[in-house]
């Protein structure tokens, strides 16, 4: 009984009620062009490379640290990525070039947070951010670096249906029933850079929620203390995480350059934000040791139909941002609140129980 | 007009999930000092609580001065003069000394600026009278933590303040500003002040109280004459059943050096302290709070670095860099602080014990959460741990039983030595009479031990020898079969204050 209400109490859940709520609600308000296949589409403006992101910020939000350089990060990665094969590199050595400078940036954040404790991250990781930023706007100015490679600018648009699906639907799927069809259609809806991101997704939820290592960095973000005091070696557990942040950041900056098809230095504003919120929604507390894998995949798909659908009804950023923000603050609060409530109520049932035990004599 | 000063009858106190007080009596009268005992969990705190109008009770009623009275709030408790000093101090320690007295109820001109002339005045008097020279001017941070419960009965005192509750007092204190306070207390109750005093410390409930009240299980069991009870039966009565061997008899073997040190020292804190720990061997480090006893065993254990001497594991030099490596050779520390050193509090028994040796549980990369509920299962066997399953948090458990959760991390290791530091500070009597059984068995497994201990009973009783510090340095090492407790306590006296 404990367990099955356990289960039902996850935070999980609630995710997934607000997602087909909101889904249900812009699919009412604009039936045509707010559907399932054209959310797909929009993944990978709102989820991809936020996604990567928000998977870094999961992890540093889990340790009770904050890293705010990921988008500045991300757009010197891109730049770097940018300037090497305008150099003349091969391209795969552009790629590994922008990852460098990801871990780089990440390895730098991780040997400060540790080399200075009475320094808040939040300070630190400010200070870099502008660093960073600062060391893109040497490199590039006020131009933009692009002409990648046509292959790098199809996966930023590309569907599965685009890059390996036959132009017309095989005999075989035409000839079965609707729903073999309609999950052929569904699939190939899928933007390829989605497939890129969930597949990350297994190995995060295996490496976080059923490795000891991933129950290490949960023990470093409840009570660092006691976590060293318990054999835990924190500062090369916290070096490593920040540095695995950056490489993620720098993916997520790839990401968004293959969308964008260039590159300019302020790649990536405001995106390190958006990556804190979406592992905030998705259960993560900013004071460390809890969160979630799933909670974060759940978290950016609600953040896609929402975003999409504040979008089209409005198509007005501000209010985009504005509605967010309130969802954000209200679903962080509804555990208090439940909580409050749920006590108020247990005590004021014992009361009476007392009370009808000291009544009849 | 009765005979009593406070009289709380009946009182009930419910929380969601628990009964924190269940009819609970109790009376103090006038200049009396009442002590009141219980193990852990046995609802003293909450009692406190009701008193002093933090909980407003669910039953029952409070009786001051021959009037019923309703305690709901914590001013009105401050009106009725009942203050209340705590082991945690509350105080301001960025503001001066008698800022923090005046706290709430400042020497004000009509202006509303304060009138700092009086307002030190005040205090210096207030200080004065308890036979202290602590100026009010002073930093609240920079005074000991004796002097700042000195400066918590001061401001309980400006307050026209007839009933003081002292919870805990002396947990902090070293063995010469106990009986300093004990002085202070013995003057207020002269001044005809009642004192409710709650201590784990049998010593301080002889010394100080004239009465004392047992709670057990939020019941109230009884009140005595200090005089008239022994103190079998009061243990009888605070555990709920007859321990017979407090201090267990060890006949575990001494066998070879496990570890030695020697002249380890770190500038500041400790110079030139040498000694061996062997197998089967409990060896206890005392001396008084701040003599750097604590420091020394975190350097051993890796959490700091010396800066001269060396250790030696098994009769090879070794530099202990961090906790993690002090483990992979076999040497687990259990810290002075369990809540905040020892343990993931919202965390399971189960959790708390599997994480430091977690890998072992592990089939290939995955955990298995079948063999880390079989080790916390194990360990809450055997160490007796009272909690309805191994997935109750640690936050849950009571002090003792918290404590036996640490020891269960040191032992689902592969430790050899364990360091205990202060193994059975704030535990009740049923836990610390097993964790001192625990120690037993352990030595007679060979495990070596090395306890710091302030009680001097459990010094002598419990350890085969005692090294002894004294401002950072080891005064004597002396075989407990020889020592005393005076000869203890005079060796961790500060030189100058001998004579």
Redesign the interface.
């Known amino acids: 009984m404990k367990t099955i209400k356990k289960i039902f109490l996850r935070w999980e859940w609630l995710l997934i009620l607000l997602t087909v709520g909101v889904f249900f609600f812009f699919n009412d308000l604009n039936p045509k062009a707010y559907t399932l296949p054209k959310l797909m589409g929009q993944t990978r403006v709102y989820m991809v490379d936020v996604g990567f992101m928000a998977l870094g910020a999961l992890l540093i939000l889990l340790l009770g640290d904050i890293d705010i350089s990921v988008a500045s990060t991300a757009g010197l990665a891109a730049t770097i990525m940018g300037i090497t094969y305008r150099a003349g590199a091969p391209f795969w050595l552009a790629l590994i070039a922008a990852v460098a400078v990801g871990a780089v940036c990440g390895l730098i954040n991780g040997l400060l947070v540790t080399g200075f404790k009475e320094l808040f991250p939040m300070i630190i990781t400010l200070s870099t951010q502008t660093i960073y930023r600062g060391i893109n706007y040497i490199i590039l100015k006020d131009k933009s670096v692009g002409s990648f490679p046509e292959w790098f600018g199809n996966l930023g648009y590309d569907t599965v249906r685009d890059a390996w699906f036959a132009e017309e639907m095989p005999g075989w799927v035409a000839g079965s029933p609707e729903w073999i069809q309609w999950i052929y259609n569904f699939v190939g809806d899928f933007p390829v850079m989605l497939l890129c991101l969930l597949a990350v997704f297994p190995f995060f939820f295996v490496w976080i929620h059923k490795t000891p290592g991933g129950k290490r960095i949960f023990a470093t973000g409840e009570n660092i203390v006691t976590a060293r005091y318990s054999g835990i070696r924190t500062d090369r557990m916290k070096i490593t995480l920040f540095t695995l942040n950056g490489i993620l950041a720098a993916v997520g900056g790839i990401f968004l350059a293959a969308r964008t098809g260039a590159v300019k230095y302020t790649h990536a504003n405001g995106y390190e934000m958006q990556a804190i919120a979406v592992a905030v929604l998705g259960g993560a507390s900013t004071a460390g040791g809890k969160g979630s894998v799933v909670g974060i995949l759940l978290s950016l798909i609600l953040m896609t139909c929402l975003k999409n659908g504040l979008n089209i009804v409005y198509n007005d950023s501000f209010i985009m941002n504005l509605s967010v923000g309130a969802l954000l603050i209200l679903v962080v609060l509804l555990p208090n609140i439940g909580q409050y409530i749920s006590d108020y109520w247990r005590v004021l049932k014992r009361r009476k129980e007392a009370a009808q035990k000291a009544s009849p004599k | 007009m009765s005979e009593y000063l406070l009289e709380m009858r009946n009182i009930?106190k419910?929380?969601?999930?628990v009964r924190a007080l269940d009819n609970v009596s109790f009376t103090l009268k006038k200049g009396e000092i009442h002590a009141l005992m219980g193990e852990n969990g046995a609802g003293k705190s909450t009692f406190i609580k009701v008193l002093t109008g933090v909980h407003r009770p669910?039953?029952g009623e409070i009786i001051l001065d021959g009037k019923k009275i309703e305690m709901h709030d914590p001013l009105v408790a401050a009106k009725h003069g009942i203050a209340a000093i705590y082991q945690h101090l509350a105080l301001y320690p960025d503001l001066t000394v008698a800022e923090n007295i005046f706290m709430g109820h400042e020497k004000m001109t009509k202006m509303k600026s304060i009138k700092w002339r009086e307002t030190n005045n005040a205090a210096r008097e207030l200080l004065d009278s308890l036979g202290s020279n602590i100026s009010p001017t002073d930093r609240m941070g920079s005074l000991s933590v004796a002097q700042q419960q000195l400066v918590e009965i001061a401001k309980a005192l400006s307050q026209n303040m007839q009933i003081l509750i002292m919870d805990e007092p002396t947990a902090a204190l070293s063995r010469r500003e106990s009986e300093e306070l004990y002085a202070i207390a013995s003057k207020l109750r002269d001044r005809g002040i009642s004192i409710i005093l709650i201590s784990h410390r049998f010593e301080d409930m002889y010394n100080l109280a004239d009465r004392v009240t047992v709670f057990r299980d939020a019941q109230y069991i009884g009140t005595w004459d200090v005089n008239g009870i022994d103190n079998a039966t009061l243990v009888k009565h605070m555990v709920g059943r007859s321990i017979d061997q407090f201090f267990p008899k060890g006949n575990a073997k001494i066998g070879e050096t496990l570890l030695e040190v020697k002249n380890l020292s770190r500038t500041g804190y400790f110079a030139d302290v040498s000694f061996k720990l062997h197998e089967g061997e409990i060896l206890c480090l005392t001396g008084l709070v701040g003599a750097g006893r604590t420091e020394v065993v975190e350097t051993i254990s890796g959490?700091t670095k010396p800066t001269g001497g060396e250790i030696l594991f098994k009769g090879k030099p070794v530099r202990i860099q961090?906790?993690?490596q002090?483990?992979?050779m076999g040497i687990g520390?259990l810290?002075e602080d369990r809540q905040?050193?020892?343990?993931?509090?919202?965390?399971s028994i189960m959790?708390n014990i599997t994480?430091?040796a977690?890998?072992r549980?592990?089939s290939g990369?995955?955990?298995s959460g079948k063999r880390e509920r079989a080790e916390g299962e194990k360990y809450k066997d055997a160490l007796r741990i009272r909690a309805t399953s191994v997935d109750d948090t640690a936050s849950s458990l009571s002090g003792g039983n918290q404590q036996k959760v640490v020891v269960s991390?040191l032992l689902s290791?592969s430790n050899r030595i364990l360091i205990l530091d202060e193994p059975t500070k704030g535990v009740d009597v049923g836990s610390k009479a097993q964790i001192y059984e625990i120690m037993r068995n352990l030595t007679e497994q060979g495990f070596g031990i090395l306890m710091i201990s302030s009680e001097l009973p459990e010094v002598i009783n419990m350890s085969d020898n005692i090294v002894v510090m004294r401002e950072g340095r080891v005064s004597t090492i002396i075989p407990a079969s020889e020592a005393t407790q005076e000869s203890v306590l005079s060796a961790g006296m500060p030189l100058e204050k001998q004579a």
């Open positions: 009930t419910i929380f969601p999930g669910d039953g959490i961090s906790p993690n002090a483990m992979k520390l810290p905040k050193q020892g343990l993931f509090l919202p965390w959790d994480l430091p977690i890998d549980f592990a990369i995955f955990r991390k290791g």
